[in-house]
Structure formats: C-alpha cells, structure tokens
C-alpha cells in the first residue's frame, strides 16, 4: 500500500513559501562552478538548483514525490528521476558534485542514503548535505510540528551525518550557522 506523501501535495505552494538559502555561501561550499554533472537529492522543486545551471554541465533531480518533479520539469533545464534516496538508479561516480538539501531527515534510512550519494560521486567530486541543525531549538520545535503532521521525519545531529560517511577516502567538514548545518564531504582519490 502506498503511504501519503506530504510533498505532493504541498508541491504546487512550495516556492512560494519555502525560500533558498545562502545560495552564496552553499555555491562556495559546493565548489562551483565546476564541469561535470551535479546531482540535488531530494531536490524537489529544483529551488535550489535551478541558480546552479549555469554553474555546471547538467543537473538531475532525483526526488520521490512526483508532484515536486512536476513542478522542477516545469522550470525546464534538469532530468528529473522519481526514487528513493536510498537506492539511486545511476551508475558508480556519475556526479561530480551531489547535494541534498533539508531533506536528509526526511528519508526511510539516513546511512543507506548516505551510502547512496557517496557510491554515485566521482572521486574527486564532492557531497554537500544541508540540513536544519536538531541541536538548536527552532529546529527542535518544527521537529515537533513535523511530527504532529505525521511527516516521517527523524532529524539528526550534523556529528551523525558526517560520521555516516566513515570512509577511508572522505575528507568531511562541518559547518554551523544558526539554525542550519552544512555537511561537506570530499571523495578522494584512491
């Protein structure tokens, strides 16, 4: 049986309500502009990556809500992908850089997710995840809001995030800023 999803049906309202951040800061944080392919995980609507295509050689959303896919492929300029963080239909070192952006807390399983982004990123290519930091207590809160809408949402500590990424060849960073954490992670050469 398929589960709700909230996204489809915010999906039309989303923009308008739900702004980019420091498009600034996140272009300096993910190394851009680059050559290559980048990949928004969770990437719904494209708010993020739409500033970004001009910044590299192509984009692909992959998201779970087709109403959100909907609304990026009217933006024009991606591929989009319906699936599941957890299991990524592309093929090992497709993208030079990956993000996921205030969407980590929303997946079935944060570590195989984790997984995911590092098994599709070039070596050499980059990941950044940027997701409301559950230590600060507005975050706490819509924590509970979430919740209470019966979002399958389960945030966790910028630390947990970056240890998901216990590999001999990543170079992870964190960085804090309010409310908001970026988890950078450089995928070296072996």
């Given amino acids: 049986m398929a589960r709700f999803n909230h996204f489809d049906f915010i999906a039309p309202y989303y923009d308008r309500f ?6 600034a800061k996140f272009n300096a944080l993910s190394g851009l502009p680059i050559s290559g392919l980048l990949l928004d995980v969770g990437g719904g609507t494209g708010r ?15 998201d779970s809500s087709l109403g959100m896919l909907s609304q990026a492929s009217n933006k024009g ?4 992908i319906c699936s599941e963080s957890e299991f990524l239909p592309f093929a090992d070192g497709a993208f030079e850089r990956v993000i996921m952006v205030d969407a980590l807390h929303h997946v079935d399983n944060y570590q195989l997710t984790a997984s995911e982004l590092w098994r599709v990123t070039k070596p050499g290519g980059r990941i950044v995840v940027e997701e409301p930091d559950i230590r600060t207590m507005p975050i706490k809160i ?4 979430e919740k209470l809408a019966l979002m399958r949402s389960h945030f966790i500590s910028p630390q947990e995030i970056a240890i998901s990424f216990d590999d001999p060849y990543a170079r992870v960073n964190i960085e804090v800023e309010g409310s908001t954490a970026w988890i950078v992670i450089n995928k070296q050469f072996e």
């Fill in 77 to 80: 300029g991606f591929t989009t």
């Fill in 142 to 145: 819509m924590a509970i809001i």
């Fill in 18 to 23: 739900i702004k980019p951040s420091d498009l």
């Fill in 48 to 62: 993020i990556s739409y500033p970004l295509l001009k910044m590299v050689n192509g984009i692909v959303i992959a």
